[in-house]
């Protein structure tokens, strides 16, 4: 890298996963370089980003040297300690989202004080320190009774659905600070990705339905089907309202509850998230474009639906790691599917890429996505 | 890059420029894992490849050691010796387009004397030596004659509209071998791009329009306004039967003439071309992924548009090199369009990028991509 000069500007990203790795489409369109911090040169973004720098997030002197000449900071996951982010704050880097908003989908607990505060709809919730806790939560709530790790869970990890105060003694044994929410009978889940930029402008993508399975998503439609437009338009609303009342920059990533009772956020992110995969080609402007642009505090791009219907579906690693041998069947029963791999060693249930498929019929179009997902990880032909 | 292993299938581009950089976004999706050949480590593609190999691909030890290790080797630009493909076709590699097939694009005589034989309708054309030649060549086909450099000319350069006999003297004197063609009155340009795979499947995209100024191709509709739905079949059928008869494995673009008596062929390529940039958004394929899709011989992908009418404008370097403190206006006026810059040192004239615009009506479309190209070229408020 040494006698390289960039030509536009630098945007490091801390982490290399796969949302860092398909950040690059949209820098590479707009000329804005990329630098990523990994923890080894194989990951899944150091593979395709040139300026990989190789270090431990949780090490403030490391991400002070990352930091030197990048125009922004941002982020590929949200476990960078709050303090490193403040400190590189105070130091003068431009960090997006900021360590005050940031902290938001970091805590948990924090996040269902402040969303409380401002009226946004969420479950019962209690800080809890003991098992005696919860159980008084639960006389209040009733059983069961969902507990949280307050910090680092993702993907169903961190989140223990208990039945009774046996189950509440297991879930404590982990020794990691717990939150406790009342279980919320929800008819679906729900996603809203809204974006915010420095100077405040706000961009909503329409309100999408996700599918999970054993606490993963498995599948996202798009719009959610049959979903009421007001209320399509409340979980706008909502997405809008949080990303403004919490300074956040960048996307904001809100899932919520579907429930006989209206709508109940569940869980915020704040950069690109799986809920909105489908906007790469689902959208005029994709979810990875949006955050490079506010970060940058570039002007927001349209966040126009291309086709009436768009499905993704997720691709979980199964027991053959040779996933590209079963692109050809794939690709030839379906001119018009998209295939998204993450440049990861496959390994069972971990997520290793995705497929899109637009059309305008959503029966139609969720199966095809469905067929594309199912042989690329079984090699089963349906 | 030494303890790196890559998981998906290697394709090495021979060339750095803006259309090996443009393959990547789509090899990233799929998971193909990209090597450029570049001159330097700070060309358009170099800068977002990370298994960049610097080197001359005129010189044979140097695409040895390069092709080591890949599974296809492509190209960027159609300057490669013929002789150094065949040598490493002959030693095992898998070269695609051949250089049986990609002769065709670097001689324009081998070009036109293949062309004439399958029928495809082509200037009258002649093999010249002299200034004898030429005017010999004249006295049959009328002035002016249009002189072409037989290898090596692109956007202009290499094509001289003598209309008289000094004007020849003037062209000759260059010293590169030259060949004579009838001067085509045509009413437009028009352009095709097909794909062909390796197993003979092959693709076209619609029939576009490319407008020209001074020999560079400035704007580009898709599909070509206003013409024949026969016309159309026939250029694609045109397209489709040169990569057929000629063997072409990955792209294929054609330039066309359109005359009152019909199509004429004008050029060949064999790699992604400035004619099909617009189906980055545009179709549901990119002409990149097709390309990288076709050489790696897996099944080709939907061609279809994404929306009615697509504008593509070319972005020439003009006086001023900060390009990105003009993004600002051209975002905030138009929240649909897409810039695309190359990573190249702005230089006047140079292709630094390209703007594409998609909608349904061509009047408004076109005037989107020109205001953002206007502004992003020269600052003007239009």
Redesign the interface.
């Known amino acids: 890298m040494s006698?390289?000069?960039p030509?536009?500007?630098v945007v490091g990203i801390v982490g290399a996963g796969q949302l860092a790795?398909?950040s690059?489409?949209p820098?590479?369109?707009?000329?804005v370089?990329l630098r990523v911090l990994a923890n080894a040169?194989?990951e899944s973004a150091?593979?395709?980003?040139?300026d990989?720098r190789i270090g431990d997030y949780r090490d403030l002197d490391v991400l002070r040297e990352f930091a030197q000449g990048c125009d922004v900071i941002t982020f590929d996951h949200e476990h960078v300690p709050t303090e490193h982010i403040e400190a590189l704050i105070a130091e003068g880097h431009a960090v997006h989202p900021g360590a005050a908003a940031l902290v938001h989908a970091q805590d948990k607990a924090v996040m269902r004080e402040r969303l409380s505060a401002i009226g946004v709809p969420c479950p019962a919730w209690a800080r809890v320190s003991s098992a005696a806790d919860v159980t008084a939560f639960a006389e209040q709530n009733g059983w069961p009774v969902v507990l949280k790790a307050v910090r680092g869970g993702y993907d169903g990890r961190g989140v223990w659905v208990c039945r009774d105060a046996a189950e509440v003694e297991e879930a404590m044994a982990t020794g990691v600070p717990l939150m406790a929410e009342a279980f919320v009978p929800f008819e679906r889940e729900l996603a809203v990705v809204v974006a915010r930029s420095p100077h405040g402008q706000g961009v909503s993508y329409p309100v999408v339905e996700t599918v999970q399975q054993d606490g993963i998503c498995v599948e996202v439609l798009a719009p959610a089907p049959g979903l009421d437009p007001e209320q399509a338009a409340q979980a706008q609303r909502i997405g809008l309202t949080i990303a403004h009342e919490l300074g956040v920059t960048g996307l904001l990533a809100v899932e919520l509850f579907q429930t006989s009772s209206g709508l109940v956020v569940n869980e915020l992110a704040m950069r690109p998230h799986n809920s909105g995969h489908w906007t790469?080609?689902g959208a005029?402007?994709s979810q990875f474009e949006q955050h490079l642009?506010a970060v940058l505090d570039?002007?927001?791009?349209?966040p126009?639906m291309?086709?009436q219907v768009v499905v993704m579906a997720n691709l979980l690693g199964g027991d053959d790691p040779d996933?590209?041998k079963r692109?050809?069947h794939v690709?030839?029963h379906d001119?018009?599917i998209?295939?998204?791999?993450?440049?990861?060693?496959v390994r069972p249930g971990r997520k290793i890429?995705h497929v899109t498929a637009?059309g305008s019929n959503l029966d139609e179009v969720r199966a095809r996505a469905r067929h594309a997902a199912v042989h690329l990880m079984t090699g089963e032909y349906t």
């Open positions: 006698d390289y000069r030509i536009g500007p790795r398909m690059q489409p820098a590479i369109a707009l000329g370089e040169p194989d150091a593979r395709v980003i040139v990989t790469i080609e005029r402007t642009r570039l002007p927001l791009g349209s126009t291309t086709s996933l590209f692109y050809e690709l030839a001119p018009g998209k295939l998204h791999f993450y440049g990861k060693e890429g637009v």
